[in-house]
Nanobody, 124 residues
Framework: QVQLVESGGGSVQAGGSLRLSCAASGYTYSNYLMGWFRQAPGKEREGVAGLYTGRGGTAYADSVRGRFTISQDNAKKTLYLQMNSLKPEDSAMYYC?????????????????WGQGTQVTVSS
């Protein structure tokens, strides 16, 4: 059974940083699409960043590009999201997800497995 477990969320003041982790088990990274999504109350879930484990490459939403960095540790089967220069509008529940490569990274329908989420709150 594939499991994804997020951690690293918390409360931080605007301009601060957090690093989210997503520990994966039950699958291999080869030819997988990994992503981070977020959802704030009353809003739709949106893609934040994607990583293609098989062919390489990363992608980011315009709202976080230059501030967030997605990365992985293949040996630990862990996905990371380094978040710098945080803004109040970044506040949301953050989810990691995994799926087979072959679709647009920012579409949640392309991901088969999801974690339970970790809360990020940025105060002004």
């Amino acid at each position: 059974q594939v499991q994804l477990v997020e951690s690293g969320g918390g409360s931080v003041q605007a301009g601060g940083s957090l690093r989210l982790s997503c520990a994966a088990s039950g699958y291999t990274y080869s030819n997988y699409l990994m992503g981070w999504f977020r959802q704030a109350p009353g809003k739709e879930r949106e893609g934040v960043a994607g990583l293609y484990t098989g062919r390489g490459g990363t992608a980011y939403a315009d709202s976080v590009r230059g501030r967030f960095t997605i990365s992985q540790d293949n040996a630990k089967k862990t996905l990371y999201l380094q978040m710098n220069s945080l803004k109040p509008e970044d506040s949301a529940m953050y989810y990691c997800a995994a799926g087979y490569d072959g679709g647009y990274w920012y579409l949640s329908s392309n991901y088969k497995y999801w974690g339970q989420g970790t809360q990020v709150t940025v105060s002004s």
